[in-house]
């Protein structure tokens, strides 16, 4: 599935308030910071409930696989933080593909100029 199938698809069940207008960029805002967190949420939930990060005194700190229920549920997260990622793109008058292609440029810049680490967005 392209970007653009994508968004065809998921912004076809937008339906939230301000849509089109100020209040809709600062509602999906909101709603992808809040998707993010939940995504975050299963990652501690795996680490402190299913031992995704485990710790012995002479090996020091390893990563177990996920559980494959958890892996489900992070998957389905994502999704929804996409969904909101199309939502903001569609709300600042572009799309995924053009965001993709801009940040890949931004990125092959950092690495050229070797800047790939540190901080700030104008590096």
Partial sequence: MTFEEYETNALSTAVYPGRG????????????????GEFAEHVGKAMRDD???DYAEYEGWWCNALDPERESLLIKEIGDVLWYLAAAAKELGTDLSTIARINNEKLAKRKAEGKLGGSGDNR
């Fill in 21 to 36: 207008e100020g209040f809709g960029l600062m509602y999906v805002a909101l709603k992808m910071n809040g998707e993010a």
């Fill in 51 to 53: 031992k995704f990060i």
